[in-house]
């Protein structure tokens, strides 16, 4: 069972002046026209180039001082997953910095979540506990106020997010004992090759591939150095091989396929070389899930495992990343009609011996951290902040299956799946089906009403 250690962060706030904005509205970004200052007791706060947002806070500061630096080695920073922090310091003066023991950790046999205790994510323990002065509700905003404890994973879709896992990784260290952090390897070029409106950093085009490595990659690696006494676990990039395997007919898919694998080949041996333990993203039931799809996927996490030298630190499979399937479903849902594999753990058993024909080590791990209500979508693959999605099961080692490492919950909820606004640059016309909660702000940035009715709809409840 899990222990949970709490960590306190600030969450990195930029003031506004002339309150206009309400408390989670949009107040700046690329081509926004709106008011660009907050109602009293929230400040507008940058989270990427295209979206700030009225976040509860102190006095504020004009919209246009928001954006902050960029280091010039790479291309502007967009964050889709989770809103960026203070990485100067955490709450009490702690610095980013340490010194850098010599020793180099190996990578853990067995299950990699037995026996540790998982560092809360500070990012989004911050944007809870900002989120509960909102929550008019007492009995409501008792039950949000457990989930600023529950362990999500720290989304690196950025690399201005990267000095924010040093202050994480400290914090761990810091703490003693056996320490486990959850990350999120998600920075490709030309990511997202088969979305309507691809949110990533790095281009092909723009020396993306080399940027991924050593900018990206290469920094993650430098800071999981310096505290061989946290162990790490990561989920490989989110929909990358998922692509490879049903959307090459799509040209930007194939455009990127070769740089997909070399990149993910990197990030995997490089990753290896400081002990972290790797899940290789799998998609989900409805998408690798059926039965045509199951040993083209084996064939190619294993081609790829193979080539890049059977790297230690790659365990298995991610599954349902972001996503709403139950791991065990009462029942099929009408839209998984015509596939055999209609929830998770149908198609782990079923991609399981397809792995093991290829060489490719069948251990999951499932995100269930939005996956408490079932029967909600018009289409599987409405994947856009779903109305009447709950919480799910919390994180557990007691999965039911010799297959599942552990249940986690890999995305943050609470952060937008992505923008309903027709207007926006990233907006992807899913987030506007009759299935998707609207109006919502851009993806990665906090959602209070979808906050709150993950709360209200968790099952188990909170």
């Known amino acids: 069972m899990f222990k949970f250690a709490a960590l306190a962060a600030l969450v990195s706030i930029i003031p506004l002046i002339n309150a206009q904005s309400p408390i989670y509205g949009q107040c700046g970004g690329i081509n926004w026209t709106g008011p660009k200052t907050c109602v009293a007791g929230t400040t507008c706060t940058y989270l990427n180039d295209y ?16 954006k902050p630096p960029v280091s010039s080695t790479t291309a502007k920073p967009v964050s889709s997953s989770t809103k960026p922090v203070s990485t100067s310091t955490m709450p009490g003066g702690s610095p980013t910095t340490s010194s850098a023991p010599a020793s180099t950790p190996t990578v853990a046999a067995g299950n990699p979540f037995s026996g ?79 979305a309507k409106a691809s949110n990533g950093e790095f281009t092909i085009a723009n020396n993306g591939a080399a940027l991924y490595k050593t900018a990206y990659i290469d920094a993650i690696v430098a800071i999981i150095k310096k505290y061989p006494s946290v162990r790490v676990v990561a989920v490989i990039e989110p929909d990358s091989l998922a692509n490879l395997v049903t959307n090459l007919s799509d040209p930007n898919c ?62 298995g499979l991610a599954t349902n990343v972001a996503n709403y399937n139950a791991l065990v479903a009462a029942s099929p849902d009408p839209i998984t009609q015509g596939n055999p594999n209609y929830d998770e753990i149908h198609y782990i058993n079923a991609l399981s011996p397809a792995l093991q024909a290829s060489g490719f080590p069948d251990h999951f791990i499932v995100d269930q951290s939005r996956s408490g209500q079932q029967n909600l979508r018009q289409q599987w693959g409405d994947w856009c902040n779903i109305k009447g999605a709950g919480f799910g099961t919390r994180p557990t080692l007691n999965t039911g299956s010799a297959l599942i490492d552990s249940i986690v919950w890999v995305k943050p909820g609470g952060e937008s799946d992505g923008t309903s606004n027709t207007s926006a640059a990233r907006y992807d016309s899913t987030c506007s089906l009759p299935d998707a909660t609207v109006p919502a702000p851009e993806a990665g940035t906090w959602f209070q009403a979808f906050f709150q009715t993950l709360v209200t709809a968790a099952n188990p409840p909170l």
């Open 51 to 66: 979206y700030s947002q009225c976040l509860p806070g102190s006095s504020s500061t004009p919209a246009s001082s928001t």
């Open 116 to 194: 540790y205790t998982i560092q809360i994510n500070p990012v989004y323990q911050a944007e809870v506990v900002a989120a509960l002065p909102a929550i008019s509700d007492a009995a409501t905003k008792a039950s949000a106020a457990k989930v600023e404890n529950i362990p999500t994973f720290f989304w690196l879709d950025a690399v201005a997010r990267i000095p924010t896992l040093d202050t994480y990784m400290a914090a761990a260290a810091a703490a003693g004992g056996k320490r486990l952090v959850q990350i999120v390897i998600y920075d490709l070029p030309n990511r997202d090759c088969h």
């Open 254 to 315: 194939a455009a990127a396929q070769s740089v997909y694998l070399s990149s993910v080949t990197y990030a995997m041996q490089q990753l290896t070389t400081v002990g972290v333990v790797q899940y290789l993203d799998a998609g989900h039931a409805g998408w690798l899930g059926w039965p045509a799809n199951l040993t083209p996927a084996a064939q190619l996490f294993a081609s790829l495992y193979q080539s890049a030298g059977k790297p230690a630190g790659v365990r």
